[in-house]
């Protein structure tokens, strides 16, 4: 069978639930105890012949110079943050697109797939609805943005042709596993019907004489 493997990167601020949204979906973990990223972490789910090297990046400052090491034949950026923190979402649009516009150096850009996590500390239907459509303000300047730097943005799959940018929401929580699934779903499916990079290269670990774990493919850790 050939495999064909998509890179998806999880980048935004820390403590947004990067980690728990994988780690929910691919083990069930206990999501009480999960530490800061340092780095990176790998993992791969793999689909039929679709194989999702999901790679869950740092967002504390320290080791954000870290993450453009892995901002290489991108197909998918998973941009996620905190909707009970404002600063995590407007960092999405002061900080993150700039700088993944700023890093990723190929000829086709990835499809931006903007996650607002923690859904589950939204409470009320008035509340609910008032964070609806304050996300959908903050997507409409995550769209400006691009645009201003000379790119055409669809957020339809339908409207979508390979000279543009698709962009994508979802609202969720590591706690529900049900829509963990239709996101996770959705990615496979976007990767069946768009044509977006894929990436043909071999991931391979290994120690270094201070036995720290080594990706060949990105040359750090």
């Keep these: 069978m050939n495999i064909k493997k998509y890179k998806v990167i999880f980048i935004g601020d820390s403590g947004v639930g990067k980690t728990s949204l994988i780690r929910s979906y691919l083990y069930g973990s206990d999501?009480?105890?999960?530490?800061?990223?340092i780095g990176a972490e790998f993992s791969?789910?793999?689909?039929?012949?679709?194989?999702?090297?999901?790679?869950?990046t740092a967002g504390q400052e320290r080791f954000r110079s870290m993450v453009?090491?892995?901002?290489k034949d991108v197909s998918i950026c998973m941009i996620v943050s905190d909707i009970s923190n404002d600063n995590s979402m407007d960092n999405i649009g002061d900080y993150w697109i700039p700088y993944l516009l700023r890093t990723i150096n190929q000829k086709k850009l990835p499809i931006f797939y903007f996650i607002f996590n923690k859904k589950d500390l939204i409470e009320g239907e008035e509340k609910t609805k008032e964070l609806n459509k304050k996300i959908e303000i903050l997507v409409d300047k995550y769209k400006s943005i691009l645009e201003k730097n000379k790119l055409i943005v669809k957020r339809e799959i339908k409207d979508y042709n390979e000279n543009e940018v698709l962009i994508i929401k979802d609202i969720t929580t590591s706690l529900d596993t049900?829509?963990?699934?239709?996101?996770?779903?959705?990615?496979?499916?976007?990767?069946?019907?768009?044509?977006?990079?894929?990436?043909?290269?071999?991931?391979d670990l290994r120690k270094n004489e201070n036995k720290n774990i080594i990706c060949r493919y990105c040359g750090i850790f």
């Design 31 to 37: 999501l009480r105890n999960v530490k800061n990223t």
């Design 44 to 56: 791969t789910y793999r689909k039929d012949n679709i194989q999702l090297d999901l790679w869950d």
């Design 68 to 71: 453009k090491s892995y901002c």
């Design 178 to 203: 049900k829509l963990l699934s239709e996101i996770f779903n959705n990615l496979f499916e976007l990767c069946k019907k768009i044509n977006i990079p894929f990436n043909e290269y071999k991931i």
